[in-house]
């Protein structure tokens, strides 16, 4: 149980390209998703937290018009990454929380390696 | 502020014991998540604790002392394929989570 499913699992584009990964909570509701950024050899990076029907929560120093994020449905959420640049390559991953208290473990999807050229 | 703090890198032998600790200091606690890492990959969930005292789950066991704000994850016969950074995270009072750097742990043969 608690399956998340993270689309593509790989990106590479030219620089300005506008980049949408999917984030599917296959076998639960999750209310809660969350998007990270990991750099090669450095520690997660919370981005921003999604709920359910309501605009994301976004951390300091993130861009929301760079960055836009979708969670319309219990077990769906998107990022779109705009106008992408290459140091926006990075490695994106998606976790998602089921329904309850906060303290539900986050089930993380694959991820998705972007490469901007 | 809120801290986590767990060793950079740690280095055993295919077969033996490694304990990998995590002290933390954070606005409430509401539970303490270990994550296993492979390189290039997503989190694993691990294990969960909320109370005090040691969570046997097959190989891997986890530990908490909540008036120490300390925690351990406990490998053993550990396998090659053990070999992987090792994430400790605490909910706080917010029940956001905070998430520890992380421990390299490289399995020798």
């Known amino acids: 149980g608690a399956v998340v499913s993270q689309h593509p699992s790989w990106v590479i584009c030219k620089s300005g390209t506008s980049v949408k990964i999917e984030c599917r909570s296959l076998?639960?509701?999750?209310?809660?998703m969350f998007w990270y950024r990991q750099f090669p050899k450095q520690s997660l990076m919370l981005m921003a937290t999604?709920?359910?029907?309501?605009?994301?929560?976004?951390e300091q120093g993130v861009e929301k018009d760079k960055f836009l994020i979708n969670h319309a449905s219990l077990t769906l959420s998107t990022l779109t990454v705009t106008s992408a640049h290459p140091e926006d390559s990075s490695f994106y991953i998606c976790?998602?929380?089921?329904?309850?208290?906060?303290?539900?473990?986050?089930?993380f999807g694959d991820g998705t390696r972007l490469s901007i050229l | 502020g809120q801290n986590i703090d767990q060793p950079t890198e740690m280095t055993a032998t295919e077969g033996a014991i490694v304990q990998i600790n995590c002290t933390y200091q954070?606005?409430?606690?509401?539970?303490l998540f270990w994550y296993q890492q492979h390189a290039g990959e997503a989190p694993t969930f691990l294990s969960y604790?909320?109370l005090d005292g040691l969570e046997e789950k097959g190989r891997f066991s986890s530990f908490l002392s909540r008036s120490k704000g300390y925690s351990y994850l406990l490998l053993k016969e550990l396998q090659m394929k053990d070999s992987a950074s090792y994430l400790c995270?605490?909910?706080?009072?917010?029940?956001?989570?905070?998430w520890g750097a992380g421990t390299k742990l490289i399995i020798k043969p």
């Open positions: 976790s998602a929380r089921g329904l309850g208290d906060g303290n539900q473990p986050q089930h």
């Open positions: 076998d639960f509701q999750a209310t809660t």
């Open positions: 999604s709920n359910e029907g309501s605009k994301a929560t976004y």
């Open positions: 954070t606005s409430g606690f509401n539970g």
């Open positions: 604790n909320v």
């Open positions: 995270a605490v909910i706080d009072s917010n029940y956001q989570l905070i």
